[in-house]
């Protein structure tokens, strides 16, 4: 697809960002005590993380990554006295999605464009931040939104990958650069938006970029002095040039054709890693193909190693142990970068360690973590593009799903059954709960796939030639939409593999999940609601408005014997920057991020939601109806994925389609010589646009800012007569997508 995913037009209307300083520092830190505290952040001490439950000290909380937490004055007895304690304001208004880090009683938080935020965890009171002088440029390279998932603390230090390439140490008590690494090679188009880990003195991140052409890889680090230690690649480069070891000689022996390595192959470790301190391995998620097409990217077949992997490494070195592979020939963006969560499980008698995953491709897996040996898997979700999984061999019992000659509609979506929204482990009842997602995609064959650096490259034809006519009404859409799309909240048995319940929110994208010790399971949603729901039985036990969609996890610690829940809302992702329409989001969304802090008999508030909405202001442009179906399809090619379909996009963000007068005047400039782009990220598209090009768009979007006025000032008989209608259809449509869900799901 030629746009560049965070550029589309997004400089017209990101007015809301605030600048900072590189950093901002507040003189009321405890920073002798912070200091003498992260003094003892040792290895030993983060091994030991379960027995420090009032901290948060790792991404999911220990090592195994379970995300459980026996803290319990917090429980199904108490939680509807449950308040909010204090709110901060990020200042951004892209997605948040980081797990905030919190090592008595400091929290350390990331937010959009990889920013760093250190915090008094009792009263919300900044310490300091830094903006780390990111180059907001290399957000066209992020499929997914500007995001961060999470820092890390140890010894002193608090570390971070950035959206630009670099790994980044930061003095936990000031917020000044330690040290400053480039992971990647600023000539491909690489991101970071995971959280790294501290694995015995070492520090390690991935990357992201498989949709615009990369080679995945991930990366340990000195944490000291950020020298780098080992680099080990998820997939083989050239064979000419020879390999890095005997796991990229392996893997290449599975790749057909090409050459791959020209597209890169993909591979990205973008989000999920666990660390057993026993067996010393480190387990990696490894992402989807480059491009998605695997007719295209290794046309003789194989399969294509270690794409849609678990890699288990040995933390110090880099080498490779085992694999095991979800999808064995990926082709529809069927990542297994999703949640690893690490435990015990007496399964036929027999007490196994075991790794658990539910990855894109719609089966929930348990393997053995000793040896990468498939254990048991089942759907958790709808799914056509197999029938199960062979009990004896591990592999999927694959149907007729090659859509080389021809399309196929297929389940899941390359959204996923399950997308990076972390699982959660109940020590208590055993299940598993899971953030998931049904929603079906067609996929087709680009026969005449050209490779274009820099942008997104799938392969896929239906996905190039989106187009979305002006006549089309939006409201209809919405509600459509919306249904079309179902999410979820799930629990699930891991040993009998089967759902126990299952909770559905009102659209697909939502939140993180965290379990605790008093029989909670809780979660934000996208309609802007955090949710404390019994573990046991699903019943919702309260809820509180937070005015913005959630899409990150929330956490739990403690300070002086009293009980905190913690977590980032802000609106955004994949599906919240691009896809309003299936994320189903509230229209009175509150723009700016923040962090909400819990507790107890909590007495703050939140300030009702005060939006203005203005009328569009189109102009005179006088463009013919060719122009216009010019301007429609370049821009789906180029600015869908930041503005959305029609110009449908994140309540978030000012709406394209109700355009001012200095908007129109100034559409150009923004678009083809790339003004604003050290505000915003958004480049100039002289490489790829003319300036008839771009007033074709400009024509396109106008015409639609036309349909919309004359929607906004329709009579208010005519909107209830035509709201009624559309619920209907909707009404209609969700129930025959259900339907169907429960066929597939009945019938698998």
């Given at each position: 697809?030629?746009h560049?995913?965070?550029?589309?037009?997004l400089?017209?209307?990101?007015?809301?960002?605030?600048?900072?300083?590189?950093l901002?520092?507040?003189?009321?830190?405890?920073a002798?005590a912070?200091?003498?505290?992260?003094?003892?952040?040792?290895?030993?001490?983060?091994?030991?993380a379960?027995?420090?439950?009032?901290?948060w000290?790792l991404?999911?909380?220990?090592?195994?990554?379970?995300?459980?937490?026996?803290?319990?004055?917090?429980?199904?007895?108490?939680?509807?006295?449950?308040g909010?304690?204090?709110?901060?304001?990020?200042?951004?208004?892209?997605?948040?999605?980081?797990?905030?880090?919190v090592?008595?009683?400091?929290?350390?938080?990331?937010?959009a464009?990889?920013?760093?935020?250190?915090?008094?965890?009792?009263?919300?009171?900044?310490l300091?931040?830094?903006?780390?002088?990111?180059?907001?440029?290399?957000?066209?390279?992020?499929c997914?939104?500007?995001?961060?998932?999470?820092?890390?603390v140890?010894?002193?230090?608090?570390?971070?990958?950035?959206?630009?390439?670099?790994?980044?140490?930061?003095?936990?008590?000031?917020?000044?650069?330690?040290?400053?690494?480039l992971?990647?090679?600023?000539?491909?188009?690489?991101?970071?938006?995971?959280?790294?880990r501290?694995?015995?003195?070492?520090?390690?991140?991935?990357?992201?970029?498989?949709?615009?052409?990369?080679?995945?890889?991930?990366?340990?680090?000195?944490?000291?002095t950020?020298?780098?230690?080992?680099?080990?690649?998820t997939?083989p480069?050239?064979?000419a040039?020879?390999?890095?070891?005997?796991?990229?000689?392996?893997?290449?022996?599975?790749?057909?054709?090409?050459?791959w390595?020209e597209i890169?192959?993909?591979?990205?470790?973008?989000?999920?890693?666990?660390?057993?301190?026993?067996?010393?391995?480190?387990y990696v998620?490894?992402?989807?193909g480059s491009?998605?097409?695997?007719?295209?990217?290794?046309?003789?077949?194989?399969d294509?190693?270690?794409?849609?992997?678990?890699?288990?490494?040995?933390p110090?070195?880099?080498?490779?142990?085992?694999?095991y592979?979800?999808?064995?020939?990926?082709?529809?963006?069927?990542?297994?970068?999703?949640?690893?969560?690490?435990?015990?499980?007496?399964?036929?008698g027999?007490?196994?360690?075991?790794?658990?995953?539910?990855?894109?491709n719609?089966?929930?897996?348990?393997?053995?973590?000793?040896?990468?040996?498939?254990?048991?898997?089942?759907?958790?979700?709808?799914?056509?593009?197999?029938?199960g999984?062979?009990?004896?061999?591990?592999?999927?019992?694959?149907?007729?799903?090659s859509?080389?000659?021809?399309?196929?509609?297929?389940?899941?979506?390359?959204?996923?059954?399950?997308?990076?929204?972390p699982?959660?482990?109940?020590?208590?009842?055993?299940?598993v709960?899971?953030?998931?997602?049904?929603?079906?995609?067609?996929?087709?064959?680009?026969?005449?796939?050209?490779?274009?650096?820099?942008?997104?490259?799938?392969?896929?034809k239906?996905?190039k030639d989106?187009?979305?006519?002006?006549?089309?009404?939006h409201?209809?859409?919405?509600?459509?939409?919306g249904?079309?799309?179902k999410?979820?909240?799930?629990?699930?048995?891991?040993?009998?593999?089967?759902?126990?319940?299952?909770?559905?929110?009102?659209?697909?994208?939502?939140?993180?999940l965290?379990?605790t010790?008093?029989?909670l399971?809780?979660?934000?949603?996208?309609?802007?609601?955090?949710?404390?729901y019994?573990?046991d039985?699903?019943?919702k036990?309260w809820?509180?408005?937070?005015?913005?969609?959630?899409?990150?996890?929330?956490i739990?610690?403690?300070?002086d014997?009293e009980?905190?829940i913690?977590?980032m809302?802000?609106w955004?992702?994949?599906?919240?920057?691009?896809?309003?329409?299936?994320?189903?989001?509230?229209?009175?969304m509150?723009?700016?991020?923040r962090?909400?802090?819990?507790?107890?008999?909590?007495?703050?508030?939140?300030?009702?939601?005060?939006?203005?909405?203005?009328?569009?202001?189109?102009?005179?442009l006088?463009?013919d109806?060719?122009?216009?179906a010019?301007?429609?399809?370049?821009?789906?090619?180029?600015c869908?994925y930041?503005?959305?379909?029609?110009?449908?996009?994140?309540?978030?963000?000012v709406?394209?389609?109700r355009?001012?007068?200095?908007?129109?005047?100034n559409?150009?400039a923004?678009?083809?010589?790339?003004?604003?782009?050290?505000?915003?990220?958004?480049?100039?598209?002289?490489?790829?646009?003319?300036v008839?090009?771009?007033?074709a768009?400009?024509?396109?979007?106008?015409?639609?800012n036309?349909?919309m006025l004359?929607r906004e000032?329709?009579?208010?008989?005519?909107?209830?007569?035509?709201?009624?209608?559309?619920?209907?259809?909707g009404?209609i449509?969700s129930?025959f997508?259900?339907?169907?869900?429960?066929?597939?799901?009945?019938?698998s």
């Open positions: 697809m030629k560049r995913f965070m550029a589309g037009l400089g017209l209307v990101l007015s809301q960002g605030v600048a900072l300083a590189a901002t520092r507040e003189d009321t830190a405890p002798e912070i200091r003498d505290s992260l003094a003892r952040m040792t290895s030993e001490r983060l091994v030991k379960e027995d420090e439950p009032g901290n000290m991404h999911g909380r220990t090592y195994g990554e379970d995300r459980y937490s026996p803290l319990k004055q917090i429980n199904d007895q108490t939680v509807p006295n449950l909010l304690a204090w709110a901060w304001e990020t200042g951004t208004n892209r997605g948040l999605e980081a797990t905030p880090i090592v008595d009683g400091v929290m350390y938080a990331t937010g464009w990889s920013e760093v935020y250190a915090l008094d965890a009792r009263t919300g009171k900044l300091w931040r830094n903006d780390l002088d990111v180059d907001k440029t290399r957000g066209q390279y992020a997914c939104d500007v995001v961060n998932r999470g820092a890390q140890w010894n002193g230090k608090v570390y971070v990958g950035t959206i630009d390439g670099r790994l980044v140490a930061l003095d936990a008590v000031t917020g000044e650069i330690v040290w400053d690494v992971t990647i090679d600023k000539s491909r188009p690489y991101t970071i938006t995971g959280a790294p501290i694995v015995k003195g070492n520090v390690i991140i991935g990357n992201g970029g498989a949709e615009y052409g990369v080679r995945g890889y991930i990366t340990a680090y000195d944490a000291e950020g020298e780098q230690k080992w680099r080990f690649y997939v480069g050239n064979p040039d020879g390999f890095e070891n005997k796991a990229m000689e392996m893997a290449a022996e599975t790749w057909g054709g090409g050459p390595w890169g192959g993909g591979g990205t470790v973008w989000d999920s890693m666990a660390y057993d301190p026993e067996l010393d391995l480190l998620g490894v992402g989807n491009p998605w097409n695997k007719h295209i990217r290794s046309p003789a077949g194989g294509n190693l270690f794409l849609s992997s678990i890699v288990a490494i040995k110090e070195t880099g080498e490779y142990v085992w694999h592979q979800t999808t064995p020939g990926e082709g529809w963006d069927y990542t297994a970068t999703q949640h690893i969560l690490l435990t015990d499980l007496t399964i036929d027999q007490k196994r360690k075991v790794l658990m995953q539910a990855p894109k719609g089966f929930f897996y348990v393997i053995d973590r000793e040896t990468g040996k498939f254990i048991s898997a089942n759907n958790y979700v709808a799914v056509t593009w197999a029938k999984i062979d009990p004896e061999t591990g592999r999927p019992i694959q149907t007729n799903n859509y080389e000659k021809w399309p196929k509609v297929q389940y899941p979506s390359p959204l996923g059954g399950h997308n990076w929204m699982m959660c482990l109940s020590r208590d009842t055993g299940y709960y899971i953030p998931i997602q049904e929603m079906a995609m067609l996929y087709d064959n680009d026969t005449e796939f050209e490779y274009i650096p820099g942008y997104w490259n799938t392969g896929m239906v996905m989106v187009q979305f006519p002006t006549w089309i009404d409201d209809l859409v919405m509600v459509l939409g249904k079309a799309a999410g979820y909240l799930q629990a699930w048995d891991p040993v009998k593999q089967r759902e126990v319940w299952k909770i559905q929110h009102a659209g697909l994208w939502n939140g993180g965290l379990c010790g008093g029989n399971v809780l979660q934000g949603n996208g309609k802007g609601y955090f949710v404390a019994a573990a039985t699903g019943r036990l809820e509180f408005d937070a005015q913005n969609g959630i899409i990150a996890p929330p739990t610690y403690e300070i014997g009980q905190y913690s977590l809302v802000g955004g992702g994949s599906v919240g920057l691009s896809f309003g329409a299936a994320g189903n989001p509230r229209e009175n509150y723009p700016i991020g962090i909400l802090t819990f507790k107890l008999n909590g007495k703050e508030s939140l300030p009702p939601v005060q939006i203005a909405r203005k009328l569009p202001e189109p102009m005179d006088a463009a109806s060719e122009t216009i010019k301007g429609d399809k370049l821009y789906h090619h180029n869908v930041c503005h959305g379909p029609g110009g449908i996009a994140n309540p978030n963000m709406d394209l389609r355009m001012d007068a200095k908007t129109h005047e559409f150009v923004v678009v083809l010589g790339g003004r604003d782009a050290h505000k915003t990220g958004m480049i100039g598209f002289s490489d790829q646009l003319s008839e090009d771009v007033q768009i400009h024509a396109y979007l106008n015409k639609v036309e349909n004359k000032e329709a009579s208010g008989v005519w909107k209830t007569f035509k709201n009624a209608v559309y619920s209907v259809l009404a449509t129930f997508v259900g339907l169907l869900n429960w066929a597939l799901n009945r019938g």
